[in-house]
């Protein structure tokens, strides 16, 4: 297993290589110029023929491939990643301030993710072919047909439209004013915590509120095929010579299914809930539009839609190099999980 | 495969995902008939008015757009908006029904060629081994970095809007599956005696793998192929949401919501005022993909041994 | 052999009927047998013959799409069959035990030995967890596994294929049962592993006091650790006697083909036996008796009508309808 973990941390370094190359290549589609909007605050400085080649020169945009790769790649470890116009700021600030937006919406979203798609998987397999099994699979290939975008309008539009609950956005205007220029310190910046933190229990709850619509469709997709998954693997779980061991002992059901067997169900399923939260970034985009919450994912697709090139490359690097690092850790985690593979 | 299609006819979820999918194969085989196109473009959707907010079904075609169509001496079949009207006037019944032809199409073709890549790649590296199975699956790895959704938005900014573009992107980006996939099933397959009395009776390599391990690993793919084509039209669905896929106007189910957004939420106190905006399209993309999950999930079952209350 | 033992188990015209899609399997089609205590029985047979599903129809896990349909079985003068499924519970593991064919497969592979073990304990004496463990401890050392306390904290796929079936062992007597079922324990094993764990058993046995069923296809298993012996075929048992009676006075047909199949040093052979044909197709079983199609015997009679199991002697039930000839068969071998 050693060898295994060891192969896999070398692999770290050409994998990423790989990505960033793929990336630059897919930039270098677009021209000189519009490659050079990139890195410039105002796009009327280009106008000036002259300004615009000695720029070009300086981001070494005109020049080969590789060494333009190169080039490239050093601004982007030192983080200079451009201007992005959607944002009038830079990128890396942008980044910056948006990060623990999304981030606070992710870590939520996980708890419905892994709870639900787990724990009714189970159900179902223990009620494998019942009216229980039957009812939560049409609930789950529902869950799987429905769009999340399309999901996410109904929530918004029977929730917000219709009942007035949960709004878009992030907070409410009178809690914008407070966190943003009164007395609240962020420590986190991530604002239900922050707002605990502070004691401050008003904007928790409005924070809170705003947050339910955009979680239940964010979590949504993911726990219906979480649930899937557990499902088939309890299934398969359940199938095996040691829940017969453990039935001839005289084990009751309960222990059996959820001790003997989930312990070992879960071990694949670990490392696909592990794959999909990373995978949340993609959802995070659409989820984030519907809601106009302010995250990295609402200003992604803003950025996209108006051609912002900087955004979306950098975009494109940092979600790239976050799954790639998410899945070297989940992968390696399998190793904590399974006796099998820790004590090889 | 009689047995296999028997049990889907007999099977209740199947059978209801073989009817919706008939359902969508008749619309699109008819749609010249049952809304005929007003240009050489079929799939611009003909705007009933200029109007920037959508109409309610049943609205008529306005004056202008009436007189704007006898100038460009252009004939409208039809004299009402049966499903209402897009923002910007576009018709939406006339979306929904070229719409099914541009589902099929994003459908079918994306997961033909990813399957096609997926399933060349796979085999190559699964059967040559070494390190062009070690390249080829580092490349692999690459590919997988991205969040499909982020790697496809980027190349559709890049590249720019159009239904080509957007095919392009779900291509680049959805071929590993199979590739995996079709490898995993050679590995195991390579093994079998009778791939090495063939090798052993000098049958070249090509041959070899399209005789004899195609032939038997093949089938898995497919099916995982049939039931991607949902998820391939959802997320070009959702391109076109984020606003990077069709253009304005296009006759693809997945643009017409796109404008939702604004809409859904209707004016105050009348919340519901525009559900027709997002209602038929929405209703459309669902039943699209219900139909092909019901069909893919019982056929997984199907296939599945253990279920089969085998001994 | 007269006998005054006490009968711990009892089974009387038990059947197993699996309900597949393809038709029914009459896996279990009337077997009747005694266990008494203290002693072993035999069930052997081939494979298909309905020898573990008699097994999981004592202990009553039966897999879908499996039923027992008929019978009574008898233990400690009560009919298991008629108990609900929370007294079943509180006599599996600890009243009746049971080991299994496979034991990689059978032992859980993310829960340690000492658990498995003492899971057991734990749930039917209520112990505490110390409690368990030493007594775990002690009960590997007796089944012969080397420094016990590391062990314990071990998992399956740590020992040995060897190592694994003595701990399935200490796990099933753990609670000191009544009676053991063995289902094919040494099949699996290397051939000089199952002679350790066949002796392993012996021993245990006689310290136990308690009763086994072994069940195998193997006569050398039988030989060296049943008192008593059913045979089985198709769903039924065909013969049933004390060992010594089997061996040298074998009564029905299948019987003495099994026998005279294998090498005996004891006696004179010029050529190993054959039994023609093969095991019929359970869903398709021929009419009459269900040997008649592999049997040298075999008489019209045979193919209309199947034959009870009549006594021969009190503990001497046969299946034939031509016993007789077979004894004379068997007189001039053995």
Known sequence: MLSYMIRRILLLPIILI??????????SLLSPM????????????????????????????????????????????????????????????????????TLELVLYSIIPVVLIGIWLGVISAVHHNDMIDQAIRVTAIIGWSLPSFIFGLLILFIFYGMLGW???????????????????????????????????????????????????????????FLLRITRSSMLDTLRKDYIRTARAKGVDEQTVIHLHAKRNALIPVATIAGMMIIGMMGGVMITETVFTYPGLGFWAAQSAQQLDYGTVISFALLFSTIMVIGNLVVDLSYALIDPRVRLE | MNRILKKLFSNVTS???????????????????ITPPLSDDHYQIPRMSWDVNPQPPGSPMSDNMKQAYEFMEKEVKWKKAICGTAEGGYDIFYGLIWGTRTAFKIGIITVTISMLIGIILGSISAYFGGWIDEVLMRITDIFLSFPFLVAAMVLTTVLGRGLDKVMIALISFGWMGYARLIRGSILSTKEETYVMAAKALGVNDTKIIWKHLLPNTIFPVMVQGSMNIGSMVIMAAALSFLGVGAPVGYADWGQMVSFARNWIIGSPGNAGQYWYAVFYPGIFIVLFVLSWNLIGDTLRDILDPRLRGEL | MKNNKKILLEIKDLKTYFFTEEGVVKAVDGVDFKVYEGETLGIVGESGCGKSVTAFSIMRLLDYPGKTIGGEIIFKEKDILKKSETEMRHIRGKEIAMIFQEPMTALNPVLTIGFQISESLRMHFNLNKEEASKKAIKLLTKVGIPVPEQRVNEYPHQLSGGMRQRAMIAMALSCDPNLLIADEPTTALDVTIQAQILELMKSLLRDFNGSLIMITHDLGVIAEIADRIAVMYAGKIVE??????IFKNPSHPYTFGLLTSIPRLDMEMKRLNVIPGIVPNPLHFPEGCKFNTRCKFATEKCREKEPDLTALTEEHLVRCWHVDKVIQEAKKIF
Do not use: C
């Not at chain 1, 790989?18 to 930039?27: A, D, E, K, P, R």
């Not at chain 1, 060494?67 to 959607?86: C, K, P, V």
């Not at chain 1, 007395?183 to 991530?190: A, D, G, P, Q, R």
């Open chain 1, 34 to 101: 519009e490659r050079l909007a990139t890195y410039v605050r105002d796009p009327n400085t280009l106008k000036n023929p002259k300004a615009a080649e000695r720029l070009i020169a300086k981001y070494h945009l005109d020049e080969p491939y590789p060494l333009g790769y190169i080039n490239w790649l050093e601004r982007m470890a030192h983080f200079d990643l451009g201007w992005s116009q959607t944002a009038n700021q830079s990128v890396s600030d942008a980044i910056k301030q948006r990060f623990p937006v």
């Open chain 2, 15 to 33: 059978l209801v995902g073989i009817i919706l999918l008939a359902f969508f194969i008749v619309i699109a085989v008819f749609a010249p008939v």
């Open chain 3, 240 to 245: 049933y006697a004390d060992k010594k009676t």
């Open chain 1, 166 to 224: 949960f709004p878009p956005g992030r907070l409410s205007s009178w809690a914008q004013d407070i966190v943003y220029t009164g007395n609240f310190v962020s420590y986190t910046h991530l604002i239900t915590i922050d707002a605990l933190l502070n004691g401050n229990i008003p904007i928790f709850l409005d924070a809170l509120r705003h947050l339910i619509a955009p979680i239940i469709t964010l979590s949504y997709i993911s726990w219906a």
């Open chain 1, 18 to 27: 790989g990505v960033t190359f793929l990336i630059f290549s897919v930039f």
